[in-house]
């Protein structure tokens, strides 16, 4: 019996993000499940027989691909009409994507083929789960997928090392991918009718890019919070904005449960304690709950589109056995998963915009602080720097917030007429949530320095391992050094979980 802990059983009806997140961290492996293997072999077969009764033409089986659809294909070129397929549309360009992203989508396509609709054989989709659990990772580029027909340049370059062509990462290497087949002891894959199309159609690319920006999302989100946290104490701000009953009455699920947690870290602090003469605090304070809240919303909403799409066939065309039917249509197009996407950037970006207001207040000379948080300022610069590079971090998130979603290109001679740019939207969120960690890494920076001027009173007791967790990479700033590798620390702190800090 396989061991549930190690290994992923790939099932008929789909994954959701928790069994994805528990796929990562446990580096479990994949399998077939019998139900998947007998869909896929089943649906194959009526496929085959399907094509040698029908005297009509099936696309992108028995026809040429996109404009060319009219071209009647011979069955003695079928095989050599998907291979063409595949080669013909890496097309990629740009930076490579991250291999973590490429694993991602190996785990997508193999999924999407285990619902048992796409007609490919269970070598296939045993070649590509082979790949998954060696760690043969494809090269993939980045720009070349328009988000519709498919995201057809980067899983083209997904597919081609099933074929001994194209590129891999393994072991740390990149190398050719026919020189690992050969070294794994496997033969490359000639495909068959449908095959090719299978692996290219489909929102793998996008959907992928969107799993890991909710993945690392919620993370960031947590994190902001935490931040937020230090940031009120480090300004001495009051706690009144974060009393339930507020909260209770503006009806936002995520402001509730934002403030919630800002009350439980900021738990038997020494400075809430203290008496504060000041009305009320400014907005990048007193409005966390509502901000970040707002986030999260976005962040749920994010979640079901990307956990539907998970559970969904999105390559074309789609065979369905028992109604005796193969169907050409648009499942490939990602619109859903495009404006999702430029959602989510947004809330992400809000993040960070609030966090760089943060802090500048932090910076500001205000509140019994002294200017840029160093001891002597004018004989030392302290953290003026700092709030320059976040500014600049905020301003390019806000311009990276232009909705890709809003954009169309006509492709394949008109035959494609609007497509979803959720390529696009995916590689730039994937960048603003870069840019928010960096952002969240220079406040958590200032916020912990600050609260080293508010000593011997001391912050949220539940933030207090935290702290002394950071302060072990990133020491009080007492004169002038070099504050880029600091920063750099910082942002390497924040990869970390804060739940497994907090109770550390």
Known sequence: MTDSNTCHSICPKGLDISAVYDILRKQKKLRL?????????????????????????????????????HVQISEEEMGQLQLNLVRSHACGMGAEVPQELVRLMLLLKIQNMAAGY???????VQRLIDFYNEGIVPVVYEQGSLGASGDLAPLA?????????????YKGRRRTAAEVLTEMGWEPLSLSAKEGLALLNGTQFSTAYALWAVLEGQKLWA????CAALSMDGFRCLYSPLAAPLHRIRRQPG????????????????????????VQDPYAFRCVPQVHGASWGVLQHVKEVVENELSSVTDNPSVFPEEDLILSGGN??????????DYLGLALSELGSISERRLFQLLSGKRDLPPFLVSKPGLHSGMMIVQYTAAAIASQNKQLCTPASADSIVSSNGQEDHVSMAANAGTKTLRILDNLRRLLALELMAAVQALYFRLPANTGQPLRPLIEAFREKVPPLQTDRILSDDMHRAEDFLRQEVETLLKS
């Open 255 to 278: 402001q509730e449960v934002c403030a919630a947690a800002l009350r439980e870290y900021l738990r038997e602090s020494e400075i809430g304690k203290q008496n504060k003469e000041q």
């Open 332 to 341: 490939f197009h990602a619109q859903p998963i495009a404006l999702a996407l």
């Open 223 to 226: 994190w902001a919070n935490v």
């Open 157 to 169: 370059h997904l597919s081609l090392p099933l074929i001994g062509e194209g590129e891999v990462w």
């Open 118 to 124: 796409s007609g490919v054989r269970v070598e296939l």
């Open 33 to 69: 499940s019998e139900e998947a293997e007998a869909r896929i072999r089943s649906c194959r077969v009526f496929m085959e027989g399907y094509i040698q009764s029908s005297e009509r033409p099936i696309y992108g089986i028995n026809t040429g691909f996109g404009s060319l659809c």
